[in-house]
């Protein structure tokens, strides 16, 4: 091709067998301008090093797999391109605050294993009806209370923009708070008393400093910081008793 | 499956390494510069129990280059306190919907900027002309 | 999971918040900068006389004891939670020595308030 330039890729190279300090490695990696930061990492996994570890799948910017520290921002990688960094250089590493398995592949157990079950990522109705009854209805109003929170791809780049979870790993974090309050601000959901034991515990909303990076490097526009700190409120609230008057339903 | 030895990335001066952290730290610093003040008033508030000539004392001191100096430094980081205050106010307040659409957080943050100027200019002409 | 009592503390840390974005800025400026440079503002304006009557007022009072205690609980929060954030886990001696600081400084402000009379 002829617009074909070469851009420098560093990427973080960490071995789990042979254990240690893990490295950057170099790459002289060519592109065009409708390449994408993981079709770079593509590039040098097919044509320079074999070896390369990475998480990917959709290229889309919907899967949540793919993300990294692109010159020290949480990203998609298949989100930027790397006209953007051009002439600079790129930096790869893997998500911040995660413990690194191997390359820039990071260890998610915490989040899928742990985090998100404890926030009951599930509708809790007031009483279980039977499909005879119909469907539970909603007006738009009631949906858009919600809407915005259930964006969400679990792709992680909240937890590594957050530096409370990095401090402190057993705070629940920003992807896990959201979709805690999307479920609390659901009409069909009565889950918030199930809830509030960790959503009022220094591990839920308390934890939060609203540094708000989480909701600056959000792909999907969720606004993780928003979803915490209005429940600092509803927990306040909760703690003097004046939230069930305030709000009988539950959360937003 | 095996243990897998995971590598864990140290946390150690974390705030320099995106200037997104470096203005975080500066907000949260800026109340160190607003507790010293307080200090100062609380200072200027005994004085002023003490009786005429301790309190003009004070106000002596705070004509000291040093005083001065330290003013100037706290009226900028409490102001970008004040402005970063409402800059994330947005956060906190409710899903607020005008006509069915979310107020825009630039508009919640400039209502909290335009109190502060308004507050500003009242609390000037109350102190200057009352 | 514990339930955290954050919620008194950040009461306090928001409401000092919100009062100081308002007024630290210019109350700064007027008591530090341009009365004693008498710049914009003439030194009489903070003169002992005047601001005695200030603060031998009820609603001068009130207004002295909230800055001064709503501006100490929101710096003390910040400064607890900042000492965590730079790895200095002080916990309980942090807790005691911030918010206790902002507590005996409003207790001290209501002391003299009360001591200067009516």
């Known amino acids: ?252 | 499956m095996a243990q897998v030895r995971t590598y864990v990335r140290p946390m150690g001066g974390w705030w320099r390494r995106n200037p997104f952290f470096v203005r975080y730290m500066i907000r949260e610093a800026s109340c160190v510069f607003l507790a010293i003040y307080t200090v100062i008033l609380l200072v200027g508030l005994f004085r002023l129990s003490q009786g005429e000539s301790a309190y003009e004392s004070w106000r002596a001191a705070l004509v000291s280059p040093v005083s001065i100096v330290f003013h100037w430094v706290a009226l900028l980081t409490v102001s970008y306190h004040a402005y970063t205050w409402w800059k994330v106010s947005p956060k906190t307040a409710p899903d607020i919907r005008v006509a069915g659409r979310p107020l825009p957080d630039l508009v919640i943050a400039a209502g909290g900027w335009l109190a502060t100027i308004g507050a500003s200019v009242l609390i000037y002409l109350l102190v200057r002309w009352l | 999971m514990k339930r955290s009592h954050e919620p008194i503390f950040w009461s306090l840390f928001g409401a000092g918040g919100v009062l100081s974005a308002l007024v630290a800025p210019i109350l700064i400026l007027i008591t530090g900068i341009i009365t004693p440079i008498g710049l914009w503002m003439p030194p009489q304006a903070l003169d002992y006389a005047r601001v005695l009557g200030f603060a031998q007022h009820w609603l001068g009072k009130l207004i002295l004891l909230a800055v001064i205690s709503l501006f100490l609980f929101h710096a003390a929060h910040r400064i607890y939670h900042g000492l965590h954030d730079i790895g200095v886990h002080a916990g309980t001696g942090a807790m005691i020595a911030s918010y206790g600081g902002a507590l005996l400084g409003t207790v001290v402000a209501a002391y003299l308030l009360l001591a200067i009379g009516f």
């Open chain 1, 1 to 252: 091709m002829a617009d074909t330039r070469t851009i420098e890729i560093e990427v973080l190279r960490y071995n789990p067998e042979k254990g240690g300090e893990p490295h950057f490695q170099s790459f002289q990696v060519p592109f065009s301008d409708d390449t994408s930061v993981l079709q770079g990492l593509q590039y040098i996994k097919d044509h320079l090093d074999g070896s390369l570890t990475f998480r990917w799948s959709c290229r889309m910017a919907i899967c949540g797999s793919c993300g990294k520290m692109v010159n020290g921002v949480p990203e998609l990688s298949c989100h930027k391109f790397l006209r953007e960094y051009y002439p600079g250089k790129v930096r790869i590493e893997p998500l911040n605050h995660f413990p690194v398995l191997r390359d820039l592949v990071i260890d998610q157990t915490d989040f899928f294993e742990k985090k998100l079950p404890s926030i009951k990522p599930y509708v809790v109705p007031k009483e279980e009806k039977p499909v005879s009854a119909g469907t539970y209805v909603q007006t738009p109003q009631q949906f858009h209370k919600y809407y915005q929170y259930s964006q969400c791809i679990n792709c992680l780049l909240c937890y590594a923009a957050c530096p409370q979870y990095g401090l402190k790993p057993d705070f629940t974090g920003p992807a896990a708070l959201a979709l805690l309050h999307r479920y609390n601000a659901d009409s069909r959901d009565r889950g918030w008393e199930e809830r509030a034991e960790l959503l009022n515990a220094e591990e839920g909303v308390w934890g939060c400093t609203l540094v708000g990076y989480c909701s600056e490097v959000c792909p999907k526009h969720v606004d993780p910081a928003h979803a915490i700190n209005q429940n600092k409120v509803n927990s306040t609230m909760d703690y003097f008793g004046v939230r069930k008057l305030l709000m009988p339903k539950g959360g937003g």
